[in-house]
């Protein structure tokens, strides 16, 4: 539940991912005209095995995306990183699609492969590969419409792509057509194994690592706002270091071989120094509305932490602007802040719906004490005496409430989309440049 | 701002991948 500067990530290593990104992509595609090629058929044909080829590659590589390599999402964001995945698995699909398209507008002899009880194997799989990506699509896009849980579709989601992948690649060497020399057929078959080994790295490895740094629950603390911080301290191990901003895959109630865990960004201050972590967490779905059950004593899994929204940058002064729940990486930096005695001015900047419900109020009075910290509250709903700023966080409030040159200020903003958008869009006309913000959505699973 | 740099990003990928797929298939017809 992350997000860095795009820009550094695109100057940065960011860039160097894009290519290694495409080389994993192109460079299999392209060692298939070494060695003994078979006779060359028309541009089309050509054409249409070839997007078929770096169709699945791409889909393969949709793994990797989400194996959470620290290394991949840092210098993007986590959020950035899911994006990608939705939208290029739109356009490996439509690559995958396109492939028997292509092939039967060529080649209307071919039509008959569509009959699968006729169809020799080779041309089965196929389908079977390309229904399942359309299934995968399909369940992706419209999950909510389509009234699926998200651990049923979360459970869904992988098999599909297994299933997708797999018979993609038992189609190709069945087919064999380029696949004839055995290094070739080793070389796709091995990046198939790797495709899905990265799956069972992060579904079977990763776990039993989590599993052996359990963590304890202390506390289930209600704050204001439909919300409440779970309290976890570590079990017979030193615990996780976080930087202030990340965040961690949280797993309670069973092990962490568990298919669907949840994205929380940790609420504490990063310098605790008994490894005590804290998640402030809104009763907002499924999950999280069970969240104040959670009895003390119950064990959970943290995988992390990751992300890069965190502090650590040269600036004169932090603005921070959060939105309902997206006040908890804000209180990580807040509270982080206080404990190292960082006199640096911070300028809070929260949106909420009632003077009532406005989570960690109080401690956030006490905070403007031991730092240079202002809050503003932002209300959408204030009560009738109310003075302060009405509505949403807009260019107007950030003009009102930040002392000018506005592009010397580094900000973190996380809340809703709709909020996010409206403040990137605000920050732009302010002239701040990109890489002088972090943006975090926690809406990105 | 962000997503839609992303966005351009999955679109130069995407374009690349379908230009490089089209190379690969005037390779093979000038091999």
């Known amino acids: ?88 698995s739109l356009i490996a699909v439509a690559l995958v699609v396109a492939h028997p398209i292509i092939l039967f507008i060529e080649r209307p002899e071919l039509l008959g492969l569509l009959n699968s009880f006729k169809a020799p194997w080779r041309a089965r799989f196929a389908a079977l590969s390309t229904y399942s990506l359309i299934a995968l699509v399909v369940m992706a896009l419209w999950r909510t419409k ?19 992948i797999a018979a993609g690649v038992v189609h190709m060497v069945g087919w064999s057509f380029y696949l004839g020399d055995p290094w070739k057929r080793g070389l796709w078959t091995g990046l198939t194994v790797f495709w899905i080994g990265l799956l069972v790295y992060v579904r ?47 797993t309670v109630y069973r092990s962490p071989f568990k298919i669907t865990a949840h994205p929380f960004s940790f609420s504490s201050s990063a310098a605790a120094a008994d490894g005590r972590v804290e998640m402030a967490i809104r009763e907002l779905g499924d999950f ?5 059950k959670v009895p003390v004593g119950q064990r959970a899994y943290i995988d992390g932490p990751y992300g890069a929204f965190t502090t650590g ?10 939105g309902g729940v997206g006040i908890t990486p804000m209180m990580s930096i807040i509270r982080t802040l206080a404990d190292q005695g960082d006199k640096r001015p911070v300028v809070l900047l929260y949106g909420s719906k009632h003077w009532d419900a406005i989570t960690f109020r109080e401690e956030l009075e006490a905070m403007e004490a031991r730092l240079d910290l202002t809050v503003v509250h932002v209300l959408e709903n204030p009560p009738d005496d109310w003075t302060g700023e009405r509505g949403f966080v807009t260019a107007d409030v950030l003009r009102r409430h930040l002392p000018p040159p506005y592009a010397d200020h580094e900000y973190f903003i996380c809340g809703p989309d709709v909020m996010m958008d409206a403040i990137e869009s605000a ?9 002088r913000y972090h943006s975090e959505r926690y809406s990105f699973v | 701002m962000r997503r839609l740099l992303a966005d351009r990003l999955v679109i130069t990928t995407g374009t690349i991948v379908v230009a490089m797929s089209a190379l690969f298939a005037l390779a093979r017809l000038f091999d």
Not at chain 1, 233 to 241: E, I
Not at chain 1, 288 to 292: A, H, Q, R, Y
Not at chain 1, 313 to 322: S, T
Not at chain 1, 427 to 435: A, Q
């Open chain 1, 313 to 322: 940058h040269p600036a004169d002064m932090h603005v921070l602007i959060a």
């Open chain 1, 427 to 435: 920050l732009e006309r302010l002239s701040v440049p990109i890489t």
């Open chain 1, 146 to 164: 389509l009234r699926l849980r998200y651990e049923t579709w979360h459970v869904t989601h992988l098999v599909l792509a297994v299933v997708a």
């Open chain 1, 204 to 250: 079977v490895v990763k776990p039993l690592f989590i599993l052996r740094r359990p963590y304890i629950v202390s506390e289930v603390r209600k704050e204001r706002g439909d919300t409440w911080t779970l309290v976890m301290k570590p079990d017979g191990h030193a615990g996780l270091r976080f930087r202030p901003g990340q965040f961690g895959w949280l």
């Open chain 1, 288 to 292: 999280t509305s069970n969240i104040s």
């Open chain 1, 1 to 88: 539940m992350t997000g860095a500067p795009l820009a550094r990530g695109l100057t940065s290593h960011g860039g160097l991912w894009l290519i290694v990104y495409l080389f994993f992509v192109l460079a299999p595609l392209f060692a298939l005209l070494l060695g003994s090629t078979p006779p060359a058929r028309s541009f089309w044909t050509e054409f249409s095995i070839a997007i078929g080829y770096s169709g699945l590659a791409m889909m393969g590589l949709q793994f990797g995306l989400t194996a959470r390599f620290r290394y991949v999402t840092e210098p993007w964001g986590e959020d950035v990183i899911y994006h990608f995945h939705r939208q290029i």
